[in-house]
């Protein structure tokens, strides 16, 4: 098994592109979810989904967008990116439950220039 | 929104000491609080766990305590190797979203 994989690693963007990362699991997870890491922040969650068709606002969705068309794939999009969009973005996957650990991917860096 | 507070943000120890990191949290229906590790460059890593219904909880070297009235837990590793060397996040549930600490890094010197 992959586990949760994510598309691409690393990506430098110009102000006002857009782009899709996508995120992938292979353990038949019910939820799905994409955090940002930034220095000293912490990991803070944009958007979540709780299955397949559904998608949820998180702590900081303002700019992104979701979408959960499979149930092992999870999608996060950036219309008009800014330079406060520049991060390290994980992708996480869990059984159904609120109690069932978490499964992180190895993250894609983003640039936003 | 729920609120969590973890310190210290640093924290060194020689090896074979005991490290601590604590947190605080705002809401007071969380329930659950799991502790990730997350060393250099790699993605975090559940390393334990613990639900309200429990005051303690211990994995090996690792324990977590929980202080449901003072809306507090803490993460607790003895016999610390340079291994452990990581950034520590804690984080407390709340709906269906977890709510992380800003990050303990911990440093462990032969």
């Known amino acids: 098994n992959a586990g949760v994989t994510q598309t691409p690693k690393f990506r430098v963007l110009k102000t006002g592109q857009s782009m899709t990362l996508l995120c992938a699991q292979d353990?038949?997870?019910?939820?799905m979810y994409w955090y940002r890491q930034d220095p000293g922040m912490g990991l803070r969650l944009i958007h979540y989904?709780?299955?397949?068709?559904?998608?949820a606002k998180g702590e900081v969705p303002d700019g992104y967008n979701v979408s959960r068309l499979k149930k092992q794939n999870f999608l996060l999009g950036l219309e008009s990116a800014a330079p406060s969009q520049t991060s390290v973005y994980f992708c996480?996957?869990?059984?159904?439950?609120?109690?069932?650990?978490?499964?992180f991917g190895p993250g894609t860096r983003l640039t936003v220039l | 929104g729920e609120n969590v507070e973890q310190h210290p943000s640093t924290l060194s120890v020689q090896e074979g000491d005991s490290a601590v990191i604590k947190c605080t949290y705002s809401?007071?229906?969380?329930?659950?609080f799991p502790w990730y590790k997350q060393e250099l460059g790699k993605r975090p890593q559940l390393i334990i766990d613990?639900?309200?219904?429990?005051g303690e909880k211990k994995d090996q070297r690792i324990a977590v305590t929980l202080n449901k009235t003072a809306k507090h837990f803490s993460l607790h590793i003895t016999e610390t190797q340079p291994e452990d060397s990581a950034v520590y996040f804690c984080a407390s549930l709340s709906g269906y979203a977890l709510n992380f600490g800003k990050g303990t890094s911990l440093l462990v010197t032969p």
């Open positions: 353990m038949n997870h019910e939820y």
């Open positions: 613990i639900r309200s219904n429990v």
């Open positions: 809401d007071s229906a969380s329930n659950y």
């Open positions: 996480a996957s869990s059984l159904a439950g609120v109690y069932n650990e978490q499964f």
């Open positions: 989904s709780v299955g397949e068709g559904t998608t």
